[in-house]
């Protein structure tokens, strides 16, 4: 059975730039969340997708975007980049929302760096 | 919004030791908890939830959970050097989120 899958595992981008990063969960996972991780912060919750709705959202700022396809696979998106922003970004795949009850299983990440 | 604290650490232990990793949560109204292991440049992996207060055991692994005094922690029997890595506590909130502890650094020394 596969993994947690997230593309691309690394990325360098200038500040100002935009980026998009892509999760494709277990198969038969339908819910996707994204968090952040900083060694000041720790991991921080981005947002949650659901059968293509968002159903939760964190405190960041709306330059910080998702959305899910049919095949439950999720693309993140943060335009105007800021230095800020470098950080470890991943992904968390649960069954039918149920985290909450038995954990995520997490993706490899995307190591996002902002120069 | 939920607090969940770690002792930063690091945290060092010889091999064969009984690792102690601890966690506080401010929300009175919690009732699941969960460790995660998070090796160096890696993922979190999740290692074991607990619900209940008391003990749950897998394998060399022991979750505590004090709901009374708002206490979680995480034994690790007969500490390996493959066990360093930072342990995270992890909290759900309402719908799919959870809230992180920062982690606790923890070395197995041989």
């Known amino acids: 059975k596969a993994g947690v899958t997230q593309t691309p595992r690394y990325l360098i981008k200038t500040r100002g730039q935009q980026v998009t990063l892509s999760c494709s969960p277990i198969?038969?996972?339908?819910?996707v969340s994204w968090y952040q991780q900083t060694p000041g912060q720790g991991l921080q919750f981005l947002f949650e997708?659901?059968?293509?709705?968002?159903?939760n959202k964190g405190n960041f700022p709306g330059r910080f975007s998702g959305r899910q396809f049919s095949n439950s696979r999720s693309e993140m998106n943060v335009s105007t980049l800021e230095l800020g922003d470098s950080a470890l970004y991943l992904c968390a795949s649960s069954f039918s929302g149920q985290g909450a009850l038995y954990g995520y299983t997490f993706g490899s990440g995307t190591r996002l760096t902002v120069v | 919004q939920k607090e969940v604290e770690q002792n930063s650490g690091p945290l060092s232990v010889p091999e064969g030791a009984i690792a102690s990793l601890n966690c506080t949560y401010s929300d009175r109204g919690s009732q699941s908890f969960f460790w995660y292991r998070q090796y160096s440049g890696k993922s979190p992996e999740l290692i074991m939830f607990i619900y209940s207060n008391g003990d749950k055991e897998d394998g060399r692994f022991t979750a505590q959970l004090n709901k009374a005094s708002q206490y979680v922690s995480l034994l690790i029997r007969d500490s390996q050097p493959s066990d360093s890595a930072t342990y995270l506590c992890a909290v759900p909130n309402t719908g799919n989120q959870f809230y992180f502890g920062t982690g606790t650094s923890l070395t197995v020394i041989p």
């Open positions: 198969s038969g996972h339908r819910s």
């Open positions: 997708y659901f059968s293509e709705t968002q159903r």
